[in-house]
């Protein structure tokens, strides 16, 4: 990025200075300035402008209930995919808002499981073909495409893959006996993925949105922490989970931590297989 790759962007006034931001490890993260606003903007080197479709999809879905931030501008300057968001000041705010912010999410729902486009992510490309069955979408469209690539990575034995069919046999089995209904879900809900806004507003960002078991959303608030027992109190008194829930939560972790082996090695080997092992 120079200042002629700057000078096109599609900004309603010249910038005044810009700066590099902490933005996660996929993009390039940076917020601009100009003489009346702030921005945020994110930069995927050698990206089409398709590259944040998703992620654009995403906040348009989340903001039907909760706070996210918007989606301004969006193309490719040489060769580079950007996405220009309203720039938020961080404050502080309460755990259980933010509880009360994430049932009112998945409280959006679908006739299937799935979402409008798929996903590229930096191992795979999530396929999110719309499916009647979350059991057939989640093994066959998440868990079974994120073995095949810890395989071709080298990260993944025998011993794992015999007790994988257990667990996603156990998996189907569950489901069957479940009315699980598809909930709009941010997708990848960690604790750097929520803020609170300069007055308390509870806000949600960086979605990888989907339709799908809501268990599955929340799999991921216990995997790193960050939430307080005050969120999950809020949420099961605004939209209480059937009974059971925490006994299904490591099908879900699975997932991420998985990923985590995938991407960042086997310092993630023991969490993976401690789930693993359960099922025997």
């Known amino acids: 990025m ?3 790759w700057l000078n096109q962007l ?12 902490s933005g996660g490890d996929i993009n390039l993260a ?19 402008a398709s590259y944040f479709a998703h992620e654009i999809n995403g906040l348009k879905q989340l903001g ?42 998945h409280q959006v729902h679908h006739d299937q499981f799935g979402f409008f486009e798929n996903h590229h992510t930096k191992a795979l490309v999530k396929d999110n073909s719309f499916n009647p069955s979350w059991a057939d979408f989640y093994l066959h469209q998440r868990l079974e495409p994120e073995v095949a690539t810890a395989v071709a990575a080298g990260r993944w034995n025998d011993w794992r893959n015999a007790h994988f069919k257990r667990m996603a046999a156990q998996f189907v089995t569950d489901c069957q006996q479940r009315t699980i209904t598809p909930s709009l879900l941010h997708g990848d809900l960690w604790a750097g993925n929520f803020m609170f ?31 307080r027992q005050a969120f ?49």
């Not at 309603?12 to 931001?21: F, R």
């Not at 940076?30 to 990206?47: G, H, S």
């Open 2 to 4: 120079d200042q002629t």
């Open 10 to 21: 599609p900004l309603p006034e010249p910038l005044t200075s810009w700066q590099p931001v």
């Open 30 to 48: 940076f917020r601009l300035q100009t003489a009346t606003k702030n921005y945020f903007m994110k930069v995927q080197p050698q990206q089409p």
């Open 64 to 105: 039907q209930a909760v706070n996210v931030p918007h989606p301004l501008f969006n193309g490719q300057i040489k060769g580079d995919a950007f996405l220009i968001l309203n720039w938020l000041d961080e404050g502080h705010g309460a755990q259980a808002d933010l509880g009360q912010a994430v049932a009112r999410l």
């Open 197 to 227: 806004t300069a007055d308390g507003t509870p806000t949600l960002i960086d979605p990888d949105a989907v339709f799908g078991d809501r268990e599955f959303d929340l799999a991921m608030t216990t995997i790193f922490g960050g939430f």
């Open 232 to 280: 999950y109190q809020a949420y099961q008194a605004a939209y209480p989970l059937d009974e059971g829930w925490q006994t299904r939560l490591p099908y879900y972790q699975f997932y991420y931590l998985c990923m985590h082996l995938i991407l960042f090695g086997e310092g993630y080997g023991p969490a993976v297989d401690r789930i693993l092992e359960q099922y025997c």
